[in-house]
């Protein structure tokens, strides 16, 4: 089992800058791949980012390139998302999840993670 807890979210004005982070414990964080999902109201659970479990490989989704980053501290079982340059609408609660140990990180579908925490919310105001 993986426990998660994401911190970080807030109400930030149109392009601002926040970093999420997600603790996580229980086993060995370092050979879980990670990612990022997001959720607005009415909406679908949304595909943000994801990282391999040694860092080394990162893949966003095309509506966050260039704006959010994903990386990780396994010293630390930490994984972030920093968010530059936000808008309206990335307002939504955000999740971090892992997957099964040594599963690649190239997954960006919900059902493709194992382990879920319980969201931060991020509201971006125009």
């Known amino acids: 089992q993986v426990q998660l807890v994401e911190s970080g979210g807030g109400l930030v004005q149109a392009g601002g800058s926040l970093r999420l982070s997600c603790a996580a414990s229980g086993r060995a964080f370092s050979s879980n791949a990670m990612g990022w999902f997001r959720q607005a109201p009415g909406k679908e659970r949304e595909f943000v980012a994801a990282?391999?479990?040694?860092?080394?490989?990162?893949y966003h989704a095309d509506s966050v390139k260039g704006r959010f980053t994903i990386s990780r501290d396994n010293a630390k079982n930490t994984v972030y998302l920093q968010m530059n340059s936000l808008k309206p609408e990335d307002t939504a609660v955000y999740y971090c999840?892992?997957?099964?140990?040594?599963?690649?990180?190239?997954?960006?579908?919900?059902?493709?993670?194992?382990?879920w925490g319980q969201g931060t919310q991020v509201t971006v105001s125009s």
């Open positions: 990282i391999s479990w040694t860092g080394s490989s990162t």
């Open positions: 999840a892992a997957r099964k140990a040594i599963y690649s990180h190239y997954a960006n579908r919900p059902i493709d993670y194992e382990y």
